[in-house]
């Protein structure tokens, strides 16, 4: 089917770019992310990628390239970490606003201060409400797939938004692992050319950007056009195309499934079917707590993991129905490498809303883990996990978040 390959997190990033015959590349570099633009640039010098490589002074101006470049109905593609992505922030409301399809790399850093290259998942997280998808992988081969397949989700006419590839800094940035590569008329035959939502043409010339307004205009000199929407209705439109992505999701990756032998799901799930505890978590967290729950299954303890990869739109729905199959779950542990602060981790609220929607009554406990890249290994989840599972035995059922392995003296100033 292709090349088998030992490349990077940052590589196999820049490898899916190149066979998804990406336009326009904006760069600009921030520990851990640099390779990823950089392997671009080499491609695009080498003649491998036929493309616009453009160095720019920062990350505002990265995004700004590509949103103006994406405008024009080029495929777009830049790559951010931490305080860079943060320094995105306008514009990242611009680009899912104008549904424009562009697909970015994250590799996951903290954010300061104090300054951290180290990963978690704050800066991510911290731009959840911004209108983008979010997709979190658990090792290389599934940023190579996922970053092809968010081309295709982005690029759908009943999506047109666009995507965050999500991945840890280092853990996966900058280890190597086996990467199976797809044939490049595969990968065509499964992308087609980027079809923009608005085309630029001399002979219809339009103007792009207006400032709307709160209230719905009239216009009876054109029949059978009532009313005109403005801003509401355009974000209401981002809103309802989001919800309905998850199925487009779940389409697309059984498509690459299908063809290509490897497909992840909305969410992926380890030894769940008989399950009275669950593990969940994201990315790399998630693909760790995998041995902690072998580890618990020897002590007579039956628990699963549930690892979330599609984090926006939150993919409310297929979950409800995954936990009304799993009747027998006493209670979950999730463990987030990030933290709404003043309150908990994200994916515990966010999953925490969801059970209560839909009534179903399972206690969830928090854990806060590898903020900033602290060490947080199988043997920790495992025992977190165990608190979890006696702790709901003995009925203690509500509990706040608990830090993983931070030395908590002295610490409360």
């Known amino acids: 089917m292709g090349e088998k390959l030992l490349l990077t997190g940052n590589h196999a990033a820049a490898h899916a770019c190149k066979h998804a015959r990406v336009q326009v590349i904006a760069a600009y570099p921030i520990t851990p992310q640099s390779p990823v633009t950089e392997k671009l640039s080499e491609f695009v010098s080498d003649g491998e990628l036929n493309a616009e490589y453009v160095c720019v002074e920062s990350e505002h101006s990265a995004i700004s390239v590509c949103i103006a470049a994406s405008s024009t109905g080029a495929r777009t593609f830049t790559a951010s970490s931490a305080n860079g992505l943060c320094l995105m922030h306008e514009q990242l409301h611009w680009a899912a606003g104008a549904r424009l399809p562009i697909v970015m790399g994250i590799a996951n850093r903290a954010v300061a201060a104090p300054w951290n290259v180290w990963t978690d998942e704050q800066d991510s997280i911290s731009q959840r409400d911004t209108g983008w998808i979010q997709m979190y992988c658990e090792d290389n081969q599934e940023i190579y797939d996922t970053i092809i397949q968010a081309y295709r989700i982005a690029e759908d006419k009943a999506v047109y938004a666009p995507i965050m590839v999500c991945y840890d800094g280092y853990i996966l940035s900058h280890t190597e692992m086996p990467v199976e590569t797809i044939d490049q008329e595969l990968i065509d035959d499964f992308l087609p050319p980027y079809e923009p939502h608005t085309k630029l043409d001399p002979a219809d010339p339009r103007i792009i950007g207006l400032v709307t307004f709160p209230w719905i205009r009239h216009d009876a000199n054109k029949p059978g056009i009532e009313k005109f929407g403005a801003y509401p209705e355009i974000r209401f439109g981002l809103q309802k195309s989001l919800l309905k992505a998850v199925e487009k999701i779940k389409e697309v990756d059984e498509e690459f499934g299908k063809r290509f032998g490897r497909n992840y799901g909305l969410f992926k799930t380890y030894k769940c079917e008989d399950a009275e505890y669950l593990i969940m978590g994201l990315g790399t967290l998630a693909c760790e707590a995998r041995i902690s729950a072998d580890l618990l299954r020897e002590e007579g303890y039956k628990v699963g993991v549930l690892s979330l990869k599609l984090f926006r739109p939150f993919p409310r729905y297929p979950l409800i129905e995954f936990m009304k199959q799993h009747a027998k779950l006493k209670g979950i542990a999730v463990f987030d490498r990030n933290l709404s602060y003043g309150y908990e981790g994200a994916v515990c609220s966010d999953f925490k809303a969801t059970l209560y929607s839909a009534r179903v009554d ?21 025992d977190a996990t165990r608190k979890t599972c006696e702790d709901i035995e003995a009925g203690k059922i509500d509990k706040e978040q608990e830090w993983i392995n931070v030395f908590i003296e002295g610490c409360e100033k």
């Not at 399972?362 to 495992?382: C, E, M, S, T």
């Open 362 to 382: 399972v206690p969830l406990h928090n854990y806060l883990a590898g903020i900033g890249g602290r060490d947080v290994d199988f043997k920790q989840i495992r």
